[in-house]
T-cell receptor, first 113, second 115 residues
Framework: DAGVTQSPTHLIKTRGQHVTLRCSPISGHKSVSWYQQVLGQGPQFIFQYYEKEERGRGNFPDRFSARQFPNYSSELNVNALLLGDSALYLC????????????FGPGTRLLVL | QKEVEQNSGPLSVPEGAIASLNCTYSDRGSQSFFWYRQYSGKSPELIMSIYSNGDKEDGRFTAQLNKASQYVSLLIRDSQPSDSATYLCAVNGGAFSNTGNQFYFGTGTSLTVIP
């Protein structure tokens, strides 16, 4: 079985641009969470989605948005990029929202210049 | 805001020694605790989970939980150079909270095992 996949692996953008990151969970998993990990810090929770609905949101500005598709894959969108958005963006896959164990994808490393 | 605190290190131990990693958390109601290992440039991978007070052993790894002291630790016995990584402590914020099933992470402790 394939694990969690994320694309792209690396991305370079300039300030003010928009970015879309993609994630496919483990087959059979229905919930996806997104995290931002700035260099030297632990991952910070951004969103959780289940059955196409937002189930939770962390302390991030409205420039961050996400959605989940019928096949349970997910997109994270960030508008009006700032230098501080440079980070590793991680997608975590859970079978159901309340599952204790989450599995991370390889991440997308975003650099904003 | 729920806090998870870790000593950022770096922690250096010789090969074959015991590495001890510590973590404290602020939310007394937390029930689930996790240790992740993260190699440089890679995503976190789950090492252990612990839910009850006491020790839980898995191979060379032992997790210890003391809810009264709001403290969780990870011991790595017979440390190997391949254990050199950043170790992240994570606390589950509550599966049924209105903010989603979010995990709160510490900043991580960098471990170097010296051959």
């Amino acid at each position: 079985d394939a694990g969690v996949t994320q694309s792209p692996t690396h991305l370079i953008k300039t300030r003010g641009q928009h970015v879309t990151l993609r994630c496919s969970p483990i087959s059979g998993h229905k919930s996806v969470s997104w995290y931002q990990q700035v260099l030297g810090q632990g991952p910070q929770f951004i969103f959780q989605y289940y059955e196409k609905e937002e189930r939770g949101r962390g302390n991030f500005p409205d420039r961050f948005s996400a959605r989940q598709f019928p096949n349970y894959s997910s997109e994270l969108n960030v508008n009006a990029l700032l230098l501080g958005d440079s980070a590793l963006y991680l997608c975590a896959s859970l079978a159901v929202p309340a599952q204790e164990t989450q599995y991370f994808g390889p991440g997308t490393r975003l650099l904003v210049l | 805001q729920k806090e998870v605190e870790q000593n950022s290190g770096p922690l250096s131990v010789p090969e074959g020694a015991i590495a001890s990693l510590n973590c404290t958390y602020s939310d007394r109601g937390s029930q689930s605790f996790f240790w992740y290992r993260q190699y440089s440039g890679k995503s976190p991978e789950l090492i252990m989970s612990i839910y009850s007070n006491g020790d839980k052993e898995d191979g060379r790894f032992t997790a210890q939980l003391n809810k009264a002291s709001q403290y969780v630790s990870l011991l790595i016995r017979d440390s190997q150079p391949s254990d050199s990584a950043t170790y992240l402590c994570a606390v589950n914020g509550g599966a049924f909270s209105n903010t989603g099933n979010q995990f709160y992470f510490g900043t991580g402790t960098s471990l170097t095992v010296i051959p």
